[in-house]
């Protein structure tokens, strides 16, 4: 159980066009969804907390504008890179929780380029 | 504001031994979760073992254990009887609060283990 599935795996675009990430729970549901990134040889950030049904909360220094967080349904959260650039390319990765107090399971994360 | 410490940037171990990676973390939270993933190069995240700040006994789960020691604010992992098939990145990660959910995590540790 707790599978949570991300799509797609990899995408490599050109600047200025939009990505769009879906991360989905496939046997829970999740109220809460994290999105992270991690640049290479570096540890996991932060970026926001999505929540189902709200509008998701920005960690400081992430533009919301540029990350938009969708959290539709309690088991899909999706995130859109907007205007993509190369400096954002990384490899991005969301996680959902089973229940208040427990533990946090994570997709197999996305590797986005852009060139 | 929380903040974990790997302080082991990489480590080697031979197979069969067992290995202790450090975590440190500092929190004014009373109530607060420590986590350790695991991350092997395909770059998912795989929750290895959990320690509530209120449970009196280390966490133990297969092969790992998890060496609490609140009044130190270290919480070490310890991976016994290593296989090839650990080497990875390990990361020690905490959620705390108010805020319960939001992982903060360490640099993390590479280890690679050999034959």
């Not at chain 2, 067992?18 to 500092?26: G, I, P, R």
């Not at chain 2, 449970?55 to 790992?64: H, I, L, M, S, V």
Request: hydrophobic share 35%; proline share 3%; net charge neutral.
């Amino acid at each position: 159980g707790a599978v949570v599935s991300q799509h797609p795996s990899w995408v490599i675009c050109k600047s200025g066009t939009s990505v769009k990430i879906e991360c989905r729970s496939l046997d829970f549901q999740a109220t809460t969804m994290f999105w992270y990134r991690q640049f290479p040889k570096q540890s996991l950030m932060l970026m926001a907390t999505s929540n189902e049904g709200s509008k998701a909360t920005y960690e400081q220094g992430v533009e919301k504008d540029k990350f938009l967080i969708n959290h539709a349904s309690l088991t899909l959260s999706t995130l859109t890179v907007t205007s993509a650039h190369p400096e954002d390319s990384s490899f991005y990765i969301c996680s959902a929780d089973t229940g208040p107090r427990d533990t946090q399971y994570f997709g197999p994360g996305t590797r986005l380029t852009v060139l | 504001a929380q903040k974990i410490t790997q302080t082991q940037p990489g480590m080697f171990v031979q197979e069969k031994e067992a290995v202790t990676l450090d975590c440190t973390y500092d929190t004014s939270d009373q109530s607060y979760g420590l986590f350790w993933y695991k991350q092997p190069s395909s770059g998912e995240m795989i929750f290895l073992i959990y320690q509530g700040s209120y449970d009196e006994q280390n966490a133990t789960e297969g092969r790992y254990s998890l060496n609490f020691q609140k009044a130190r604010k270290s919480a070490n992992l310890v991976i016994s009887a290593s296989q090839l098939g650990d080497s990875a990145m390990y990361f020690c990660a905490m959620t705390s609060g108010g805020s319960w959910g939001k992982l903060q995590f360490g640099a993390g540790t590479q280890v690679v283990v050999t034959p």
